[in-house]
């Protein structure tokens, strides 16, 4: 498997506005993206079409413009915000270089692979990130050619990029059957291991929401774990969970005149989503989000301090519909509002549920309120297990 250390590469980034409403943001995660890959931005280039060029993806006097522009402060690398089909790769490689040099040209899906080949960390995340890149790459096998035999800036081809691709097509599909198989063994595992933890007087809880939400820190608080927290996107690929307890069942619970008593709950910090979510990389990450997918309710956390917030709320409730998540219980956490001066606290819905914590997972302020919502769902879930099993 192919290395390259992170901070290495430099690029040229291009962006084309369609007038999609969320241009500005998803500009401006890509170069997020781009810094956490490691790659430092030397010039961004904009555009407005009405829709993309079949053979270029950008408009050629854009592309002689790029080109130039890739020449001048000798980029080994250019970026587009967009997912390229093979034939525009192609097409732009051979336009954006010259016969002696070696720019290499990536699309937002291969961008976002490659950050995940460079963090995945258990040994499941990594058959699944080079699962997903065979799967993304071997569509990309034909025509790989002209420049691009010796990389140094692998950026987009890391793990299984450059010498997978040099196998042929037979050896690729071995290649990919022998990882499906491998991760229905894992998948297995682990659906053991959660039977095994599983009881029914114990709530399951996964935290979910967009990248960089605050996902990490409030796990780390809840459950007084340590898992890596960073202002980067996808800091968190593995699913950790924990137990915790709530204190006594409050007053206002669905079962009050109960006896109290400790509830136990697992926790579970997952991967984050993000606009654009490559599709390969959520079929291959299945027994991950599993995870996510089995819980009783879903904490989804969302940074209130983000002007896009709505958008990213939607763009998780849409990632969730997709790995069967929807019908899941929600409480809507909404996070840094120590960022907004917004008071902490807690609003309920109809039925008297609480349905939207303002806390802040940093300071803590408003924890509490988290604390409840919790407590309150354990009690109705383990009064529910006490009723089925009467
Ligand atoms: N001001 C402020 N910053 C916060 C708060 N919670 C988290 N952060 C910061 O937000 C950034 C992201 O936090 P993480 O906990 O890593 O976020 P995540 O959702 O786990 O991110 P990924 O795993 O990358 O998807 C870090 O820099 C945190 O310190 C908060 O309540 N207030
Ligand atoms: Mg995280």
């Not at 810094?35 to 002689?64: H, I, M, N, W």
């Not at 258990?122 to 691009?148: D, F, N, P």
């Not at 990632?319 to 899941?328: N, Q």
């Not at 303002?358 to 009723?387: V, Y």
């Amino acid at each position: 498997m192919q290395q390259t250390p992170a901070g290495t590469g430099a690029a040229v980034l291009v962006s084309i506005d369609f007038g999609a409403n969320d241009h500005s943001e998803s500009l401006e995660e890509l170069r997020q993206l781009a810094e956490t890959a490691g790659v430092y931005t030397l010039a961004v280039v904009e555009a407005k079409r009405q829709c993309p060029d079949a053979a270029l993806f950008a408009g050629s006097g854009k592309v002689q413009q790029i080109a130039e522009i890739v020449e001048r402060m000798e980029a080994p690398l250019v970026i587009f915000n967009h997912d390229l089909s093979p034939a525009q790769m192609r097409n732009l490689t051979a336009k954006l270089n010259t016969p002696d040099s070696n720019v290499r040209v990536i699309d937002r899906t291969m961008l976002i692979l490659d950050i995940f080949a460079q963090r995945a960390q258990s040994h499941e995340g990594k058959v699944q990130v080079e699962l997903a890149q065979l799967r993304y790459l071997a569509t990309r096998l034909v025509g790989h050619g002209a420049g691009m035999g010796q990389q140094k800036f692998a950026v987009g081809a890391r793990g299984p990029g450059e010498t997978r691709l040099e196998l042929d097509r037979r050896k690729l599909d071995k290649r990919v059957h022998f990882l499906k198989d491998r991760l229905e063994k894992l998948k297995h595992q682990r659906t053991v291991q959660r039977r095994a933890r599983s009881r029914a007087d114990v709530l399951s809880v996964s935290i979910a929401g967009y990248t960089n939400a605050g996902k990490s820190t409030l796990f780390n608080r809840l459950t007084r774990a340590d898992v890596y927290v960073a202002d980067q996107l996808f800091a968190t690929l593995d699913t950790t969970s924990r137990r915790m307890f709530t204190e006594t069942a409050p007053a206002s619970s669905p079962d009050k005149g109960r006896p109290g008593g400790v509830g136990e709950i697992v926790v579970s910090d997952t991967v984050g989503f993000i606009r654009h979510l490559p599709h390969s990389l959520i079929a291959a990450f299945r027994g991950t989000l599993e995870e996510t997918a089995q819980a009783d309710l879903l904490l989804h956390v969302v940074d209130a301090n983000n002007a896009n917030r709505d958008d990213q709320i939607a763009e998780v409730n849409k990632v969730l519909a997709e790995i069967g998540a929807a019908d899941i219980p929600q409480v809507l956490v909404f996070n840094k509002i120590d960022l907004q001066d917004v008071p902490p606290g807690v609003q309920r819905d109809d039925y008297g549920r609480i349905a939207r914590v303002f806390l802040s997972a940093k300071s803590g302020a408003g924890l509490d309120g988290l604390q409840l919502a919790l407590a309150e769902a354990q009690t109705a879930h383990r009064t529910h297990a006490a009723i089925e099993h009467t």
